[in-house]
């Protein structure tokens, strides 16, 4: 009864062009207990199993789409806005649920609700209206990237103080350090071990047996993460972002997808069953409310995170107009409140009649948020419009990155990832190893060195690393060679990590033997046993990191052997990480027709750049990746080119591009081997007095120089006969690796 009335009810949504979602709860509706003319669904008890578990494989899905390493490249923009937005909102939707009279759990999960916006619903606006080739179209990706991990992290948060029924500073505190940890955690153990181990059994898998194995590994981290006091959700986002690292990552997504798509179903359907239409009429006010909220608070938050993060009023504008929704999460949220039983049974179709509404208003507000921009202009005082604009620029004044903020950075991540894996074997001997020496040997003094030397030993590549490994970087051979002026705060950081390390063993040994015996006799006995096999320690935990960070990169590794640029729209608008919002240009991939009119043609024949102003950072062909192509190499069918531009030159050069008699057919895709980095004309980089065409910076990069910032003036594009002068800001697109190099060296 479920699915035949989905299908029937989606069906006629696909037919009307409206999210499968709001089919889904119709189609709940039609088959609850609310609505007396239709067959009802009686056995609600199996359909909220099924409905519990179609959430754990939406966000194991929505895990394969996101990976870690994808949060940490949106960028300072995206996230700037999304943290302004999401505070902001929750915020607001608590009081604005005390306001109404409803209790503080009901208010709190409200504002968790309106936290997160509808990336279903952005991406068939954007579709339908053609402005994925605007510049402000990644900042919204990029915010929804951070959104997805923030509401999980939210609804841990919601569901510890569901569980408390309390709001303490400090237990809030020490759940989001112990989140933080175990997250850690998991993803550098699945990251050393899941990889590896997909790849040895590739072989052996078809898409029967990693369909099977999928599936037990995220129900498998789901159990880990209730045992540890966690949602399943969490357990199951955080091995979809784990197995999104690698290599099998496509062919997961799309084995589990029809599973997905099936108790997704069930799951929507279930949320329209809680719906009672009476309640909704009655309840009218508040939807009313909310829908308000939702559109005038996400629109003024986000347009003002987005003003705060450095963007033009007009993309600010734009951003906010595009995230005035509430998205499915919403549902899910609601659904964790009301299986805790802490929220009223209103709240559901009060959320269901917001995100009607707003998913209906979301296509015009895009439409209208260029010409709502123009009106704000009219509108407001001239000095503000040019103070914002102003404060755009000025934030957007590029410093290179100092070789300090580079030492600092890997000496963090050095303490952190080795702190946290120290910790986590701390735990497993004192509350897995210890236990099972009790109960196999009598002696406690045997019994606790057995402990010790097995434990500290398995420890021991982690416990070195922490205090004596050193930054593999450019960077920090630069500032050791400065003894003058950098021996002293080098040896002063070295200190404290050793004394960290230092503690981390004593608490450990603590916990075996007594503090005496950890301060005066065991520390520095696994002080001098780690100096005297430094080299044999040293040689293993090199052989784990180059396992770890193989695994971790071996997604893009393969990628640049065999490159696809087939994949989805929202996964490529996430990965595109070019920027030149100094300029408002940013990079886009388009596919040259098969029937274009300019096919066979040089560059120097074609003159866009010159016609149009725009500049093409690349040329995909094949598995053929050509970096900065010259005046000589011409376009060929299906090739992919990465275009520099601003909107307006878009806007020119698109119809150009799409000359021929069919429907328009570029795409954008993301080439994660092509980037945008700025670098400073110092005495580092060695350029001052050089032109362009003579500094060697294509030959060196595989790149262009499409971008110099001189004298708070901008040059987009600039002649290669150009010289460089002393602060000169310099952008160049080209290949990563080789751009990097040139920045370190």
């Not at 087939?566 to 098969?594: C, E, I, K, Y």
């Given at each position: 009864m479920i699915l035949i009335t989905g299908a029937i009810t989606t069906l006629l949504?696909?037919?009307?062009?409206?999210?499968?979602?709001?089919?889904y709860i119709i189609a709940g509706l039609l088959v609850g207990s609310h609505i007396p003319i239709t067959p009802t669904v009686v056995d609600r008890a199996n359909v909220e199993i099924l409905a519990e578990i179609g959430v754990i494989f939406l966000l194991f899905s929505l895990g394969l789409e996101f990976s870690f390493k994808k949060l940490m490249r949106v960028g300072g923009a995206a996230s700037i806005t999304a943290f302004v937005e999401i505070i902001f909102i929750?915020?607001?939707?608590?009081?604005?649920?005390?306001?109404?009279?409803?209790?503080?759990?009901?208010?709190?999960?409200?504002?968790?609700?309106?936290?997160?916006?509808?990336?279903?619903?952005?991406?068939?606006?954007?579709?339908?209206?053609?402005?994925?080739?605007?510049?402000?179209?990644r900042i919204v990706f990029g915010v929804l990237v951070v959104e997805d991990i923030v509401v999980i992290l939210l609804m841990v948060l919601l569901s510890t103080a569901a569980v408390s029924q309390q709001f303490q500073g400090t237990e809030l505190v020490l759940t989001v350090l112990k989140l933080l940890f175990f997250l850690a955690l998991w993803f550098l153990a699945g990251i050393f071990l899941l990889p590896t181990f997909l790849k040895k059994a590739k072989k052996l898998m078809d898409e029967e047996t990693l369909l099977i194995l999928s599936i037990g590994l995220c129900l498998g981290m789901v159990v880990v993460a209730t045992q540890v006091g966690f949602s399943a959700e969490l357990g199951a986002f955080i091995m979809g972002s784990i197995m999104a690292e690698t290599t099998?990552?496509?062919?997961?997504?799309?084995?589990?997808?029809?599973?997905?798509?099936?108790?997704?179903?069930?799951?929507?359907?279930?949320?329209?069953?809680?719906?009672?239409?009476?309640?909704?009429?009655?309840?009218?006010?508040?939807?009313?409310?909310?829908?308000?909220?939702t559109l005038l608070g996400k629109f003024l938050s986000t347009t003002m995170g987005a003003l705060l993060s450095g963007q033009p009023l007009k993309q600010s504008v734009q951003v906010g107009m595009s995230m005035a929704q509430i998205g499915e999460f919403a549902f899910i949220v609601a659904t964790l409140g009301l299986s805790l039983g802490v929220i009223s049974d209103f709240?559901?179709?009060?959320?269901?009649?917001?995100?009607?509404?707003?998913?209906?208003?979301?296509?015009?507000?895009?439409?209208?948020?260029?010409?709502?921009?123009?009106?704000?202009?009219?509108?407001?005082?001239?000095?503000?419009?040019?103070?914002?604009?102003?404060?755009?620029r000025s934030t957007q004044n590029i410093q290179a990155e100092s070789s300090w903020k580079i030492v600092i950075k890997s000496y963090a991540t050095i303490a952190v990832t080795n702190g946290i894996i120290i910790s986590a074997l701390m735990l497993l001997s004192i509350n897995f190893l210890m236990p099972f020496l009790r109960s196999h040997v009598a002696d406690?003094?045997?019994?606790?060195?057995?402990?010790?030397?097995?434990?500290?030993?398995?420890?021991?590549?982690?416990?070195?690393?922490?205090?004596?490994?050193?930054?593999?970087?450019?960077?920090?051979?630069?500032?050791?060679?400065?003894?003058?002026?950098?021996?002293?705060?080098?040896?002063?950081?070295?200190?404290?990590?050793?004394?960290?390390?230092?503690?981390?063993?004593?608490?450990w040994v603590d916990r075996l033997f007594s503090a005496n015996v950890a301060i005066l006799v065991a520390v520095p006995i696994i002080i001098v046993v780690m100096v005297l096999f430094s080299n044999r320690i040293q040689s293993f935990y090199q052989r784990i990191e180059g396992r770890f960070l193989t695994n971790l990169n071996e997604r893009e590794a393969?990628?640049?052997?065999?490159?696809?640029?087939?994949?989805?729209?929202?996964?490529?608008?996430?990965?595109?990480?070019?920027?030149?919002?100094?300029?408002?240009?940013?990079?886009?991939?388009?596919?040259?027709?098969?029937?274009?009119?300019?096919?066979?043609?040089?560059?120097?024949?074609?003159?866009?750049?010159?016609?149009y102003g725009i500049n093409i950072a690349y040329i995909k062909r094949g598995n053929m990746l050509i970096y900065a192509p010259g005046r000589n190499n011409k376009l060929l069918p299906f090739d992919h080119i990465g275009v520099i531009a601003t909107d307006d030159q878009m806007q020119m050069f698109k119809p150009?591009?799409?000359?021929?008699?069919?429907?328009?057919?570029?795409?954008?895709?993301?080439?994660?081997?092509?980037?945008?980095?700025?670098?400073?004309v110092d005495e580092h980089t060695k350029l001052k007095g050089l032109t362009i065409r003579s500094s060697g910076i294509r030959e060196r990069t595989n790149g262009l120089v499409v971008g110099i910032e001189r004298n708070k003036k901008r040059i987009l594009?600039?002649?290669?006969?150009?010289?460089?002068?002393?602060?000169?800001?310099?952008?160049?697109?080209?290949?990563?690796v080789k751009i990097q190099k040139l920045v370190t060296v």
């Open positions: 949504f696909r037919k009307i062009k409206q999210p499968l979602v709001l089919g929750t915020i607001a939707g608590y009081f604005a649920g005390i306001w109404m009279g409803w209790s503080s759990m009901d208010s709190l999960f409200l504002g968790g609700m309106l936290a997160s916006s509808s990336t279903t619903i952005i991406i068939r606006a954007f579709d339908e209206l053609g402005i994925k080739t605007k510049q402000y179209a099998a990552a496509e062919r997961v997504e799309h084995v589990i997808k029809p599973v997905k798509d099936l108790f997704g179903a069930v799951f929507f359907v279930s949320v329209g069953m809680l719906i009672d239409p009476k309640t909704i009429l009655q309840y009218g006010g508040p939807v009313l409310i909310i829908t308000l909220l709240l559901f179709p009060v959320a269901v009649g917001v995100s009607a509404i707003t998913t209906f208003t979301t296509p015009y507000m895009i439409k209208f948020s260029e010409p709502f921009y123009n009106f704000i202009v009219k509108i407001l005082p001239e000095k503000w419009v040019v103070g914002l604009n102003r404060y755009s406690e003094m045997t019994r606790s060195i057995i402990g010790l030397v097995v434990s500290l030993g398995i420890a021991s590549p982690f416990v070195w690393a922490l205090m004596a490994k050193k930054p593999d970087t450019v960077a920090y051979k630069e500032l050791w060679i400065d003894t003058k002026y950098n021996h002293g705060p080098l040896l002063i950081i070295e200190i404290i990590r050793n004394l960290l390390g230092v503690i981390l063993v004593s608490i393969a990628a640049e052997v065999v490159s696809s640029l087939s994949g989805d729209t929202f996964r490529n608008h996430f990965n595109n990480q070019t920027d030149l919002s100094p300029w408002d240009a940013h990079m886009v991939d388009l596919r040259v027709n098969q029937q274009a009119e300019y096919i066979g043609k040089t560059l120097v024949e074609l003159a866009w750049r010159e016609k150009v591009f799409d000359t021929t008699d069919g429907e328009p057919r570029g795409t954008e895709n993301d080439v994660e081997d092509v980037i945008l980095q700025k670098i400073v594009n600039p002649d290669s006969t150009m010289v460089f002068e002393w602060d000169d800001v310099v952008w160049i697109v080209g290949e990563r």
